[in-house]
């Protein structure tokens, strides 16, 4: 007889060990063990959560090289309770270790198969039992991840009924449920809000707003509620503030934004033109914004402006507001202002921007941009990918809660009741526009930061932090992915006859991109670099890019004025008619206010449980090239959070929001 230990590594999280009796059975090339019982004790100890336990199992000769475990569980008494085992270790006779990881929650009595943690890609996958293993895991998922479409028009998500209709392992922990459902509902009284929530008044004076923001404080929201005001903080929004995702370099004005000389002046008789012709003019353009249904909030009609901005970059390399038209249409009741119109004329036009702005990131470029792509790799990999497969391996660590996170938001925010519904200009019929409208702009370069800069003319402009931490943080991701997938496609042959990479690649052109083309969203990978870039933008999307536009929602947004989720008044049609008046009049009533503070609050809180980039608490890769990998790359991820965290030190707003230390491995949040 020959000896097998196994160790059995029951996972640490709530609820995961078990009293059952657990049975595996050992599948090797050249035979398998019997089915052996690997509990001899009532009310044994073995898998209790966090338990690391060893068995052995007995053959009469050796089974070969190892390629699954078969693992069954049967009730003690009378009824079967849930296990979560995280992995298997299982030490041979000739001394070699096979690692089996797990990470599923097993809650019948049937017999579940898992491969030995070796990647395999599927055309070198020729064991008849692994194979079948394989193919009988990947049926099970396409029952358990489907497909559905919330609204047409829009990358389509994960079908369920609800948040706990979702597959165990996809749900939130204990820890994330405990603590996310527990910010839900304090949000208000956390921030001492409660009794404002129901308030349909206007807010009466600047003052008042100051008073009920300032229980809860970031840095920078307190660095906000001071500066946003000013011309200078504005400009700087647009590089290193909630949304860096708009502001373009402008080498022509749009024929719809008629500026002329003479309206602008930069002295030492400097034309417009001359300042275009020297790079030093750039333009936000709201455009998907014209048109949008609005909401009626409190039975009032909502205000939401299509605002095209132009900018100035001094000679101090401050990036300065120049001109504002608030609508596409040029005409007599749309003029065109200035910094030198009166005090509150461009105060109000000013906030119109903010205004746009928060409803075009929010919608655009968080939820669609991030969150609903990352759905959408997320549930290709789990309909397409085994858990022996590489990409899978390298990419399920970056899908971790992200598809309760979205289930939420669509429960929670954009449906009928939800919060954006119920108090966002673009709330309601304005959503469903606005994020078709979003999804036929996104392009494949767009989604690839070194790509996007280059097109929107960006590479010199000073102090631009999102530009210069996402550079870098896509280039560490890039040598890792490129590392790590070039270990297992050696060559572009390889990359064109796994079947199951070109049905990952494209479901996401069909269920994300809606089969169009012009996106340049890859139909299929013809070669090892082709995937590599991909691959390395889809981590970017759900870790780096998710964060530079999620995690200053509260900082950025938390002092409403700055960006305010609505607005209750028409824009000036001619000058001087604003007044300090009519801007608080403008401004969202109490309880939109309230309710949009206490949302970015939510989302602006990680959860104790958060895992960051780099880290991989989960054992999917037994090789020793991946693990070396990993490693390397948490090296240099550290190193950038450095070189952040120095350069931190002398800015007066520091940008945090892309240091490896606080960027979440997914979209969580
Ligand atoms: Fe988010």
Not at 199 to 210: A, L, Q, V
Not at 614 to 637: I, N, R, T
């Given at each position: 007889?020959?000896?097998?230990t196994?160790?059995v ?12 009796n657990?049975y595996?059975?050992?599948v090797?090339?050249d035979?398998?063990?019997?089915q ?9 100890l073995?898998?209790?959560r ?21 693992i ?8 079967t ?11 041979s006779?000739?001394?070699?270790t ?14 579940h ?31 358990d ?26 749900q ?21 809000l409660t ?23 970031t ?11 000013e ?13 860096p ?5 402008c ?7 008629p ?28 455009k998907?914004?014209d048109?949008l249904?609005t ?62 702005d ?28 085994p ?7 390298l ?17 929670s ?7 954006f519904?119920?108090f ?6 304005g ?7 979003s999804?036929s702009?996104?392009?494949?370069r767009?989604l ?5 800069i ?6 010199d ?17 890039h ?9 297992y ?19 996401i ?12 969203i890859?139909e299929i ?7 590599v ?15 530079a536009?999620?995690?200053?929602q ?12 609505t ?11 604003t ?31 958060s ?8 054992d999917?890769?037994?090789e ?9 790359f948490?090296?240099e ?16 707003v ?16």
């Amino acid at each position: 007889m020959v000896d097998y230990t196994v160790t059995v590594y029951t996972g640490d999280i709530a609820n995961a060990g078990t009293f059952n009796n657990v049975y595996i059975k050992l599948v090797g090339t050249d035979g398998e063990s019997k089915q052996t019982w690997l509990t001899s004790y009532i009310w044994n100890l073995s898998f209790i959560r966090g338990a690391v336990s060893s068995c052995t199992v007995s053959c009469p000769v050796s089974i070969g090289k190892l390629v699954l475990i078969e693992i069954e569980q049967h009730p003690l008494i009378f009824f079967t309770d849930s296990w979560f085992p995280a992995k298997m270790e299982v030490k041979s006779p000739e001394g070699d270790t096979y690692n089996f990881p797990i990470y599923r929650w097993i809650t019948d009595n049937e017999v579940h198969r898992f491969r030995e943690g070796t990647a395999l890609r599927v055309f070198e996958d020729d064991h008849p039992l692994g194979k079948y293993s394989r193919d009988q895991e990947l049926e099970e998922r396409e029952e358990d991840y489907r497909w559905d479409v919330y609204l047409e028009g829009i990358p389509h998500s994960m079908r369920s009924e609800g948040p706990f209709d979702l597959p165990y392992e996809v749900q939130f922990s204990y820890i994330k449920s405990t603590e996310f459902l527990s910010t839900a509902a304090t949000g208000l009284s956390d921030l001492q809000l409660t009794g404002l929530s129901e308030s349909t008044e206007n807010w009466p004076d600047m003052d008042t707003i100051h008073r009920v923001s300032c229980s809860k404080l970031t840095d920078i929201s307190e660095y906000v509620q001071k500066h946003w005001k000013e011309d200078t903080f504005f400009g700087y929004q647009f590089l290193n503030g909630l949304n860096p995702m708009l502001i373009q370099r402008c080498s022509v004005l749009p024929i719809n934004f008629p500026v002329s000389d003479d309206m602008v002046s930069f002295g030492c008789h400097r034309s417009l033109a001359d300042e275009i012709k020297k790079g030093n003019i750039f333009l936000c353009d709201y455009k998907r914004l014209d048109g949008l249904k609005t909401n009626t909030i409190n039975g009032k009609k909502q205000y939401l402006m299509a605002p095209l901005v132009l900018l100035h970059k001094t000679p101090d390399d401050e990036m300065v507001p120049i001109a504002i038209q608030l609508k596409q249409t040029p005409a007599d009741d749309n003029p065109i202002f200035f910094p030198t119109d009166s005090e509150y004329d461009w105060l109000t036009v000013k906030i119109f921007v903010r205004s746009a702005d928060f409803n075009e990131h929010q919608l655009n470029v968080h939820l669609l941009r991030t969150h609903l792509l990352a759905e959408v790799f997320a549930v290709s990999l789990l309909r397409n990918m085994p858990m022996v497969h590489p990409l899978y391996k390298l990419l399920v660590p970056h899908t971790r809660y992200t598809l309760q996170i979205n289930n939420l938001a669509r429960s929670s925010l954009i449906s009928k009741t939800g919060v954006f519904t119920k108090f966002a200009a673009s709330g309601g019929k304005g959503v469903k526009t606005l994020l078709k409208r979003s999804l036929s702009s996104v392009t494949y370069r767009s989604l690839c930061i070194p790509d996007d800069i280059a097109d929107r003319g960006l590479g010199d402009v000073p102090n631009f932090y999102y530009r210069d931490d996402g550079l870098k943080l896509w280039d560490i991701i890039h040598r890792f992915v490129q590392g790590v997938l070039s270990f297992y496609y050696k060559n572009d042959t390889e990359v064109q006859k796994d079947s199951e990479l070109q049905k990952w690649i494209s479901d996401i052109f069909e269920h994300g991109f809606l089969s169009q083309a012009g996106t340049g969203i890859p139909e299929i990978f013809t070669t090892v670099a082709e995937l590599v870039k991909f691959v390395t933008m889809v981590i970017f999307t759900c870790s780096g890019q998710h964060s530079a536009v999620n995690a200053g929602q509260f900082d950025y947004a938390g002092w409403m004025p700055n960006n305010p989720l609505t607005l209750q008044c028409p824009p000036p049609t001619t000058k001087g008619t604003t007044s300090e008046a009519s801007m608080m009049k403008t401004l969202p009533a109490v309880n939109a206010t309230v309710q949009g503070m206490s949302t970015v609050w939510l989302l602006s809180r990680q959860s104790t449980d958060s895992v960051f980039l780099g880290q991989y608490p989960v054992d999917h890769f037994s090789e020793k090239m991946p693990c070396k990998l990993m490693e390397d790359f948490q090296g240099e991820l550290q190193v950038l959070s450095e070189a952040i965290a120095d350069r931190n030190n002398n800015l007066k707003v520091p940008y945090t929001y892309l240091d490896p230390k606080v960027v979440e491995n997914s979209v969580a949040l």
